[in-house]
């Protein structure tokens, strides 16, 4: 009861609608065991004899998945080939084959955004919930809140398999050019627009994808929104680069000694660690959230798969508590956790692993959200256009 | 009219140049009237939207005025000295002239990111070595340099390819400078300078200007530099936007082709001003009599040396050391952090990496060996021929230079796709060698054009009266005369077939991933392994100065001016090659 009315107030403090996820669990499915040996025995036989599985993906899971796939090809002799590169090249190549009756791909790894803005509304995406036969992966108590989660509008073709959570903004600053008496004195997201930090922030800018999504977040988020995102962007004196390592260069030598939107800061998290004058910090969060972006996030499976079998083979081993365990012991500073509740939290950084129990807002996986996003996005690139007038 | 052997060759280059280089660029130009958003995704609706929109986008006068004055800038600083430079390594007696002159291959050699870093690890106004040092040893109250500004822009880009590019085009046309027109000047009483001013330079005017045209069509594509160092002064040039158009996250395909399509104008403007140059007077300077004789400058040449010495070691060794060392640093940059073989057995151990380097050999070499003589062949057509259909292969060979790889690439993954029988070769070795022959057709076609422009016809006549036939004579006259151009642009394509990125990336698989890619992969925003992707650069150079190490050796057996030396009468060379032939 008591979560329900948490639930309740989340959605109401939020811009977005969260789900009512207590209310939308549902009960596991438990297939009978006999059926199910014969089903994915012929299942395997079926992906030998196609003998290999196309992944599309891009961005570093791309490259964090390969030991877990390597797994996969060992235990099944299935060969899989990921394609590397950016994902919205992959997305690129693949949307045009598959216009020129070219279909050479089986398996999406490939962020909800990429999905939900191309795949899905050229056709190109199957609904996933007819491939999953494994029963490990159809008891739905076996993952956060009882239930599998999608992340498309109508909550049945991306699912959604690793989050990040986001229960605390974190910025940082450099500990030689800015004491702790002044960053006591920022306590709230606004702090970050005092006249004296002019000219000493730095952000990423919007050809990072990390950079546009920072931005589209906040536009959604109580403690900042359009306003707060306007000012970042346009007023607020901030020198900006797409460029992660410059940025770090300039935060570690205190040329802009403080970076107040961070993402993907395990680099800065190892400078700090080796002694580097530079320090993590947070700010509260109204809302704690958890999130599904980058490629590492969600399975979708293609339409006119040249390999189904194999296709429906790795769909359901990878959400297998063995596969998800393996993501979270392979793949070194792994800056998400899997939605399975039954898979040992491994490399997972402490930051990144939800609290048992504990319900979180998770706008990723609401059907409506996927259109507010891409207006927000469009608003967000027209600030940041009218910046170089 | 009557049709001859010569009007099928010139139908069939027409037709198959007309398909692998026009066709994809007028593919993407009539797409950019459709006005569909995602190009890949919505249906096609034609419209003028893209024309409109992309003329109305905030700040694009001002990037485009921002692109004219780097450009400018970098020209005005730039080709003085390559010109000073090639003449110097052709024409004088400096010491280790062709050791030097292969360095500025090196230096081109280099890629433009590590340059660009090497520079920032430099000039970093607070950061930099330089500024860190003149501020410590009391000099300056603060860092006196800033690589984030536009003179910090132009430096990288001179310090870049801006000069060696200029010294590697220009340097074997100075070399086929007739010294007896030098020396003809001497004796009627003219000094050295007055000599270079009213003889050499005059004569080196067509090279000159195909130089200068080849830099004016790079105006709207350069844009990696001027990225990385203006986003952070908020300093934008007209290719960031067309880069930026590409990577939204719905890239906006259609905004970049039209913005990209203004390059069209500049070639709408080089090719008449080419042309009136070039017919406006002969500069015939390799005859039968040719004599490659060099100016001595006495004590000066080794002051020339010192020069160029200075310049290149500013343009290798810095950049070079910054590939090195960042390879075995834990991170670039962070001496404190200490070494490491980490990012050396990440890379090696990488199943990818062998598969890499065999499809970046097989890629490099085919384009070494074949550009050349395509290109070469093609020039010969243009220059030496009076063909109907000529100044529509100039305009074929000007225009497919127009757009920018990223985009030609999706131009190139549409032929394939769209070609029934082309489509088989798609995700295979085969469209990616094909693209990388074709891809330097602009830059090689035209130093052979002003190559062919300078050789006189004597010889050829002399073969043809000796009896060789058109294959005999190209392969026993041309070829060795034009052996240095070929080697030199058989190095540009090794390099550019090496390092190509744009033009493939979305013909190639995980089967036919190239070094560059994976370099490209490994730097990316996502994985920013930037120390391993030094790695891939280091194999890159050292398979490209192999390749250089051979090509000259090879050229040198080849080539006619071994022989030169020793017989310098070309007429007689050629007719004892020719009769030496028919044996």
Known sequence: MLMMILLVFFAAAFNYSTIAVAAAAEKPIAPAKSNFEEEWSKLVAAARREGTVAIASGGAPSRQYRPVVDVFQKKFGVTVEVSTGSATDTVNRVLAERKAGKYTMDIALISIREAQQRLLPSGSLVPFPPLLIHPDVLDKSAWYLGRHWYGDKSSNTIFIYHVTKEDKYEYWYNTDKIKEPEIATLKKQTDFFDPRWKGKMIGQGMGDPSGIRQMIDSYFEPDRGPDWVRTYLLDAGLTFSDDRRILETWLVGGRFPLQPVVTGSEDLIGLAKKGLPIKQAFLPKQVALIRAGGSGCCISAFANAPHPSAAKLFANWFLTKEAQSLTHTLVPNLDRSSLRNDVPFGEVPPDQRRAPGAEYGFPDADPKFGARQEEAQKWIYKLWESRQK | MHLTAGHVVMAAVLLVLGYFLVWPVLLLLINSFNAA??????????????????????????????????????????????????????????????????????????????????????????LGLINVGLTKLGLF?????????????????????????????????????????????????????????????????????????????????????????????????????????????????????????????????????????????????????????????????????GAIALLLMLLTVGPLCILVLGSFMTRIGYFMLGFTLEHWKLVLNDPVFIKA???????????????????????????????????????????SGAVPGILAGLGLLWLFLGTPGLSFLFGTIWALIIVVILQGKTTGVNVMKGLFVQIGADMEEAARVSGAGWLR??????????????????????????????????????????????????????????????????????????????????????????????????????????????R
Request: positive net charge.
């Open chain 2, 141 to 305: 109250a603060q860092g006196p340099f800033n690589i984030f500004s536009v003179p910090g822009i132009v430096w990288a880009n001179l310090m870049g390819h801006g000069i060696a590019i200029k010294v590697m085009l220009l340097t074997p046309a100075f070399r086929n400078m007739d010294s007896a027109l030098e020396e003809a000047a001497r004796v009627g009483g003219a000094g050295n300078l007055r000599t270079l001013f009213r003889v050499t330079l005059p004569l080196m005017l067509p090279p000159m200007m195909l130089v200068l045209a080849l830099q004016l069509l790079r105006i709207f594509q350069s844009f990696e530099t001027e990225y990385l160092l203006g986003m952070p002064f908020g300093f934008y040039v007209y290719s960031t936007k067309i880069f930026a158009l590409i990577r939204d996250p719905v890239p906006n395909y259609g905004e970049a082709t039209v913005l990209a399509s203004m390059t069209l104008l500049l070639i709408a403007l080089i090719i008449p001003v080419q042309r009136w140059i070039l017919e406006r007077r002969r500069y015939t300077t390799v005859t039968g009599s040719f004599r490659p004789g060099l100016i001595d400058m006495g004590r000066w040449n080794y002051v020339a040396f």
């Open chain 2, 473 to 582: 004579t190209y392969f026993r006259i041309w070829l060795p005369l034009l052996m240095p151009a070929l080697m030199l642009i058989a190095v540009m394509n090794f390099v550019s077939a090496a390092s190509a990125t744009g033009s493939i990336i979305l013909l190639a698989s995980r089967d036919t991933m190239t070094l560059s890619l994976m370099a490209l992969e490994l730097s990316s925003i996502a994985i920013s392994n930037r120390e391993a992707a030094s790695i891939i650069s280091i194999f890159i150079i050292v398979l490209t100065v192999t390749g250089a190490i051979v090509v000259r050796a090879l050229g040198g057996r080849i080539g006619v001016r071994a022989r030169v030396s020793a017989a310098p009468d070309l007429a007689h060379v050629t007719e004892s090659t020719v009769v030496e032939s028919r």
């Open chain 2, 357 to 399: 380097l065999d499809t970046t050999l097989i890629l490099g070499t085919t384009a070494a060996v074949i550009s050349p003589l395509l290109f070469s062949i093609i020039a010969y057509i243009l220059v030496r021929t009076h063909l109907p259909g000529r100044g529509a292969l100039d305009l074929m060979v000007w225009c």
């Open chain 2, 37 to 126: 958003g995602d190009w890949f995704v919505e249906p096609r609706v034609w419209g003028l939207r893209h024309w409109q929109n992309a003329f109305l986008r905030p700040g694009l006068l001002k990037s485009l005025g921002n692109s004219l004055l780097i450009w400018s800038l970098t020209v005005t600083f730039s080709f003085p000295i390559g010109v000073a430079i090639a003449w110097l390594l052709a024409r004088t007696r400096t010491p280790y002239s062709h050791s030097l002159e292969f360095m500025f291959w090196i230096a081109y050699m280099v890629p433009t990111l590590p340059t660009t870093i090497a520079w920032i690890s430099l000039l970093d106004p607070d």
